[in-house]
């Protein structure tokens, strides 16, 4: 699960941090496992979640089709200043790989330039380990370099602790891309697998009135894609799977969906507005979870008691999966109803400047909000009261 992200010089974010990195551990404040990103419009909360799936887009294929995919206009139009280095650094915390760890806590970081005539490449690219000391004392960690790259040349290290010196050809291509898929690197490996199995959520920024849509694949599909265009493949896999285990499960999301009455065949008992609602629930119920799901608006065009419905589902996933967790913008109070400070996020931007500056703080740091959580006032009031921006 992510713990912390800071991302300098891409999009708004001039040095932005939310949720804490390696060298604040373990007193700064983590993202938990169910998170969410508040905040006026145009303050962030959607070039942060952009940002992340950049990294991810550079890792599993390469930076200069990262700065065009998904409508990206180029890597010189993402960063604020041409000649300075665009900086992400993210903390992980990942299951064990062996009996030695209880959990992993690691810090991936990437530096992206853009060349003289506006083609990005990597100028450097690091992977931190904190390793806990063994002189007896408690919390006490010694910060350990899996992996240190300059311009394609460094070293990473091996299964059996030892250092390889190592050489990229191109620079637009990531060493942790390349190490990941090679199990001789355990560590660079759970990095890479934990990235890739981030799930960026589009349902409620497509507009999708039908489970089936032309164009797809025939077959099973064992994943939604982003936008959930794939229900009806992924519905298939499952019955194939076992069909009296799918039985159950309908019928455990039917009975979440108010108003939705048993019987008949699944999508044309699914309206417009619960069809998106019926997507988040088989997200939610998928077999083999992705570690971190990224969701825009998940309330968006959902009657209250919906929202009720999936503010519930997501804690429930977010409590049964121990690595696992969901982040999640909104603009709508209901949804933050259970939520405490600690999980809640807040973008602010001043406009003074062209590209913006981006303030980003956990509203748990709030002594107010927090004494009015403790009394038992919930956040979703907290938040319509005017507590909190």
Known sequence: ????????????????????????????????????????????KTSFIDALNFVKDTVKRNVEEASINHGRPGFAKLVIDREKIASFKLYFKLPSIDEEHRYLLVQYELDVKASANGGPYITAERLYMLKKTNDGKENQYNKQTIMDLCNGRGFVTNRNGSTEAVQLEELNVTALGIWGKITNYPIICSTYREMMRWFFCRFSTENKNTYYVEGNAPGGHKHLNSDGSNVGNVLEYLESLDKTQYSSLIDDIRSKIPNMKKGGKLPDNVESSPDRLFLYLLLLRDPEPNSTIFIETPDKDLYHDMVDVLSNEMRQFSLRRGYSQILFSTHNPYILETMSPNEIWLFKREFEKDEGDVTISCVGSNDIVNALSQEGVGMGAIWYGGYLD
């Open 1 to 44: 699960m992510l713990l912390g992200a800071e991302i300098s010089n891409y999009d708004v974010f001039d040095n932005d941090l939310c949720g804490c990195l390696m060298d604040d551990y373990p007193q700064g404040i983590k993202l938990k496992r169910l998170t969410s990103l508040i905040g006026r419009n145009q303050t962030g």
